[in-house]
C-alpha cells in the first residue's frame, strides 16, 4: 500500500474514532441529565448493573497489566489477544453503564461525609480521563492492528496508563458509593 492511501486510511480512522467519542461523551451526559424519558418501573436487573461494572473494571484492570506483561515479554499474539478481550469488556461496560445511568434514579454521594471531597475529586478525575481516553484507546487499537509498532507505542506512552487509572478508580468510586444506593 501506497503512502498516500495509508495516510488517508489513517485519516479516516482518525476522524472516526473522534466521532465516536463525541457520540459516546454526548450520549453519557444526556442520559445522565435524564433528558430523555426513563422507564416507569425498573427492571430488577438494573441494580446490578453497578457491581457489575466494578466487576469489569476489576478485570481490565487486571487485563491491562497482564497485557503489559506479556508486552514485555515480546508475546505480540497474547498482548494483543489480551487487549482485544480488555475493549471488548470496555465495550460491555459502557453498554451497561449508560443502561444504568439512564433508568436508575442518581445516587449522591452524602454532604456531610468527610469523605465527599476525596470522592468528589476521584469521581471527577475518573470521569474526565474517561473521556479522554477513549479516542487514544481507538487510535492506538487502530496502530497496533496495522502493525504500525512505533505509532503505536508513542500513543500507548500516554493511553496505558491513563486506561488503568480509569478502571481502577473505577472500582474505587463504586466502593465508596455502593453503600448509598437506594436499592
Given at each position: ?125 475518573h470521569i474526565i480521563l474517561a473521556a479522554i481516553v477513549l479516542p487514544l484507546i481507538l ?12 505509532l503505536h507505542k508513542s500513543i500507548v506512552r500516554f493511553a496505558y496508563p491513563i486506561w ?7 472500582v474505587i468510586v463504586y466502593l465508596m458509593i455502593s453503600p448509598y444506593y437506594p436499592h
Amino acid at each position: 500500500m501506497n503512502t498516500t492511501t495509508q495516510e488517508s486510511k489513517d485519516k479516516l480512522f482518525f476522524r472516526i474514532a473522534i466521532s465516536i467519542s463525541l457520540v459516546v461523551l454526548i450520549a453519557v451526559i444526556v442520559l445522565n441529565r435524564k433528558i430523555l424519558p426513563v422507564p416507569s418501573e425498573l427492571p430488577s436487573w438494573t441494580y446490578f448493573l453497578p457491581k457489575l461494572n466494578a466487576i469489569i473494571n476489576a478485570t481490565c484492570s487486571i487485563l491491562l497489566i497482564w497485557s503489559l506483561f506479556e508486552i514485555k515479554k515480546r508475546n505480540i499474539q497474547k498482548h494483543k489477544l489480551i487487549n482485544l478481550s480488555t475493549f471488548a469488556l470496555s465495550s460491555i461496560f459502557l453498554i451497561s453503564y449508560v443502561l444504568y445511568h439512564w433508568m436508575a434514579p442518581e445516587t449522591t454521594y452524602p454532604a456531610d461525609s468527610p469523605a465527599r471531597p476525596f470522592y468528589l475529586a476521584l469521581l471527577g478525575s475518573h470521569i474526565i480521563l474517561a473521556a479522554i481516553v477513549l479516542p487514544l484507546i481507538l487510535i492506538s487499537f487502530y496502530r497496533g492492528l496495522q502493525m504500525q509498532v512505533e505509532l503505536h507505542k508513542s500513543i500507548v506512552r500516554f493511553a496505558y496508563p491513563i486506561w488503568l487509572y480509569v478502571t481502577i478508580t473505577g472500582v474505587i468510586v463504586y466502593l465508596m458509593i455502593s453503600p448509598y444506593y437506594p436499592h
